[in-house]
């Protein structure tokens, strides 16, 4: 079957660094998303990676290892607004994404 | 940019009536449009997608019959839940993707900003 593993909630200090770790198994793999989602939001799309190794944009790096089946989410310098659900959504041989529930961050003074 | 609008934003309406909601690509052309709904709390959850110009390709448990789906063009689709009941009260979410452009992978969904649907 396909599935993800995230944990399911985070906490983390402002200004700190976090990492949300996400292991999958999918039926085929093309790639894999993550989103952050803010409570009574629709998701925003914040990485795509397809090939091993780190993607950085700002404050926020995705890392993948398709032999692993791992990816994580590094968020730097945090901050009060980063408090969310991020959802990691590998893409499998169909082109679907495979949502699991996310991981809620929460970000304390 | 990947802008996607949906509308309406909110409804409420009495159980046993049709309500259509919009989904939008503002400023890219959509091969492919998504519709999930998501329950408080709970991970998304796919209902169809569809390609404009053809049927859409419900998921397992979904009712076409209840949740009509029309893709009239590259930039529009439309879901109508009809007769709706209590039970379909929901956040319900569409996204979009299309072909590659500047930072905008192909495979990318972007989200309008969901409509929740509250039935009496």
């Known amino acids: 079957g396909q599935n993800i593993d995230q944990p399911t909630e985070m906490t983390a200090t402002e200004g700190a660094i976090v990492q949300i770790n996400c292991t999958y198994q999918?039926?085929?793999?093309?790639?894999l998303f993550w989103y952050q989602q803010h409570a009574g939001e629709a998701p925003t799309f914040l990485s795509y990676?397809?090939l091993d190794g780190l993607e950085e944009k700002g404050r926020f790096s995705s890392f993948l290892s398709r032999s692993k089946g791992y990816s994580y989410l590094l968020l730097k310098e945090l901050q009060m607004k980063d408090s969310a659900s991020y959802l990691c959504?590998?893409?499998?041989?169909?082109?679907?994404?495979?949502w699991g529930a996310g991981t809620k961050l929460i970000i304390k003074p | 940019g990947a802008v996607v609008s949906q509308h309406p934003s909110w409804v409420i309406c009495k159980s046993g009536t049709s309500v259509k909601i919009e989904c939008r690509s503002l400023?890219?052309?959509?091969?492919?449009m998504f519709w999930y709904r998501q329950f408080p709390k709970q991970s998304l959850m796919l209902m169809a997608t569809?390609?404009?110009?053809?049927?859409?390709?419900?998921e397992q448990g979904v009712e076409k019959d209840k949740f009509l789906i029309n893709h009239a063009s590259l930039t529009l689709s439309t879901l109508t839940v009809t007769s709706a009941h209590p039970e379909d009260s929901s956040f319900y979410i569409c996204?979009?993707?299309?072909?590659?452009?500047?930072?905008?992978?192909?495979?990318?969904?972007?989200f309008g900003p969901g409509t929740r649907l509250l039935v009496l």
């Open positions: 996204s979009a993707k299309g072909g590659t452009s500047g930072m905008r992978v192909q495979e990318t969904q972007y």
């Open positions: 569809s390609n404009e110009g053809s049927k859409a390709t419900y």
């Open positions: 999918t039926s085929g793999f093309n790639g």
């Open positions: 990676n397809v």
């Open positions: 400023d890219f052309q959509a091969t492919t």
């Open positions: 959504a590998p893409m499998d041989s169909n082109y679907q994404l495979i």
